[in-house]
């Protein structure tokens, strides 16, 4: 047992300034709102505080394909009428919509998952947070479902460098399938999603057979769930295949993804999940004791997503928290009661019995047909990417750097090689 955790957490102002446009669910306004409620219970006197560096295009380019990273870095709301195709190429439109600084809101998000991840591998603190990130839909090469730059995967490639197998945790109410389509061929990383699925529920993937394919069979591992599931169900199972993934599996690091859309009362969540209930999944990943990585995720109820990421900043924390919300900046927000906790949901529970039995034997048949834990022929670590030392404010924002100027991409498949030796013990 680790006498007292050493906590990490990621935050830039200008992360939440930033606006979709009036009808559009995602709200980064809420990572103000629970910034500020993590400053009004005084929980920022127990960690310690960054702000993050705003991830270079070379670093999002890790995953994504260059042409992508340069378009977002490219277009604006003015020159939209200019690039049509690539629009539609790059999925940019009504849910992913171009507005003022988005390259930079990617940038800040990214960055903090990134450097979130680097803290983790040189063994400066135990837990790292950025509720700024968890954009899991994000693909190689386009945006999805209101996320652009997969920082989740960018994080997850920096932990590769120092960790044998990362596992991935999911609770968002959807699919984290951007992060499993990205590790679906390789077992170096396990991704574990509890979400929604069936009705064509965004984003109609994540059927409990989608287990991975080649070396990275039976590494990814879905828990789809119907309307309604509550706190008692949610976290039983939870807790049974965590369990035994972590026996089975081994991970040396753990990044959990806690998008806040599974809570009750969620604008486009169909759970009824409590703070209570989320947080339990949080608090137990918590006790393996391993490297932990926490991010955000959705969340479209935004004063119940600030309730909730405060609350799980002081579990992380081993903080109990006062239910009377303290005097802050956004307290009109939380009217009229200014309590932290929620009220349970009340949608139709249409997960039975058997049918989460059935999950569950599914889920841990898989398993079964992992017999040891994948090891790897251990290299030397490569460096953190080379970032130039440009003064930001003397670079014209529309002057493109030369190949010269511009730092080299290092290739994936060179940094992480997917060869696996398996132990036979």
Known sequence: MRSKDRISYFYDGDVGSVYFGPNHPMKPHRLCMTHHLVLSYELHKKMEIYRPHKAYPVELAQFHSADYVEFLHRIT??????????????????????????????????????????????????????????????????????????????????????????????????????????????????????????????????????????????????????????????????????????????????????????LAGDRLGCFNLSIDGHAECVKFVKKFNLPLLVTGGGGYTKENVARCWTFETGVLLDTELPNEIPENEYIKYFAPDNSLKIPNGHIENLNSKSYIGTIKMQVLENLRCIQHAPSVQMQEVPPDFYIPDFDEDEQNPDERMDRETCPTITCIDKLFPTTITVLCL
């Open 77 to 262: 709301p003015d020159t939209l009428h200019l690039f049509s195709h690539e629009l539609a190429r790059y999925n940019l439109g009504e849910d992913c919509p171009v507005f003022e600084n988005l390259f930079e809101f990617c940038q800040i998000y990214a960055g903090g998952t990134i450097d979130a991840a680097r803290r983790l591998n040189n063994q400066l603190c135990d837990i790292a947070i950025n509720w700024a990130g968890g954009l899991h839909h994000a693909k190689k090469c386009e945006a999805s479902g209101f996320c652009y730059i997969n920082d989740l995967v960018l994080g997850i490639l920096e932990l590769l460098k120092y960790h044998a197998r990362v596992l991935y945790i999911d609770i968002d109410v959807h699919h984290g399938d951007g992060v499993e389509e990205a590790f679906y061929f390789t077992d170096r990383v396990m991704t574990v999603s509890f979400h929604k699925y069936g009705d064509k529920f965004f984003p109609g993937t994540g059927d409990v057979k989608e287990i991975g394919e080649r070396e990275g069979k039976f590494y990814a591992i879905n828990v789809p769930l119907k309307d309604g599931i509550d706190d008692t169900s949610f976290t039983r199972l939870f807790k049974t295949i965590i369990a035994k993934v972590v026996e089975t599996y081994s991970p040396g690091v753990i990044v959990l993804q806690c998008g806040a859309d599974s």
